[in-house]
T-cell receptor, first 117, second 117 residues
Framework: DTAVSQTPKYLVTQMGNDKSIKCEQN?????MYWYKQDSKKFLKIMFS???????INETVPNRFSPKSPDKAHLNLHINSLELGDSAVYFC????????????????FGPGTRLTVL | AQTVTQSQPEMSVQEAETVTLSCTYD???????LFWYKQPPSRQMILVIR??????QNATENRFSVNFQKAAKSFSLKISDSQLGDAAMYFC??????????????FGTGTRLKVLA
């Protein structure tokens, strides 16, 4: 069973369109993330949710809006797509560290390659 | 703010030989995690090895081991008996262990490892 899954794997769309990428994890984790990896392979965090609450919101255009309907899902909606949005978007999840529980490894999804024409 | 630096954009190693990938980081915190992730051409981000800063012993996972030098803020990855399947981008990552933190991972820019037959 896939631990962290993303759909779609590939997304090709025109400038100005609105699109969504979905992410689901079946690991029982309570923290989920969205990362953007550009053409130079630089991986940068965009958002993080913990128990459906937004806890990280990096400097990202307002056109990007994450939505977490429950702990197992974190979707990314992008309005008015621009050429510069072309990248690979990774979803990840981890278990929040509490008390003596120190393991906090992030598990990544397979990525969604977004191409804006 | 924390930073992670990988100064080697690309490395090559002969099959069956040993290679070391460098990573340095900057932080004022005393407790944190360090990770090495591998990204093969399939783009999947795969955890290779993790190190907790409070542990003095270097982490090992089969052919992968780290040299963690906390005072020098260095976290290098050694791959022994290199195999063709080890060819990938390798990312070093830092995460604060603070329970009041924002669970943000900081990634380096990656090192592309080529394995020569």
């Amino acid at each position: 069973d896939t631990a962290v899954s993303q759909t779609p794997k590939y997304l090709v769309t025109q400038m100005g369109n609105d699109k969504s990428i979905k992410c689901e994890q079946n690991l029982g984790h309570d923290t989920m993330y969205w990362y953007k990896q550009d053409s130079k392979k630089f991986l940068k965090i965009m958002f993080s949710y913990n128990n459906k609450e937004l806890i990280i919101n990096e400097t990202v255009p307002n056109r990007f809006s994450p939505k977490s309907p429950d702990k197992a899902h974190l979707n990314l909606h992008i309005n008015s797509l621009e050429l510069g949005d072309s990248a690979v978007y990774f979803c990840a999840s981890s278990r929040t560290m509490r008390g003596l529980v120190r393991t906090d490894t992030q598990y990544f999804g397979p990525g969604t390659r977004l191409t804006v024409l | 703010a924390q930073t992670v630096t990988q100064s080697q954009p690309e490395m090559s190693v002969q099959e069956a030989e040993t290679v070391t990938l460098s990573c340095t980081y900057d932080t004022s915190e005393s407790d944190y995690y360090l990770f090495w992730y591998k990204q093969p051409p399939s783009r999947q981000m795969i955890l290779v090895i993790r190190q907790e800063a409070y542990k003095q012993q270097n982490a090992t996972e089969n052919r992968f081991s780290v040299n963690f030098q906390k005072a020098a803020k260095s976290f290098s990855l050694k791959i022994s008996d290199s195999q063709l399947g080890d060819a990938a981008m390798y990312f070093c990552a830092y995460r604060s262990a603070s329970t009041s933190g924002t669970y943000k991972y900081i990634f380096g820019t990656g090192t592309r490892l080529k394995v020569l037959a």
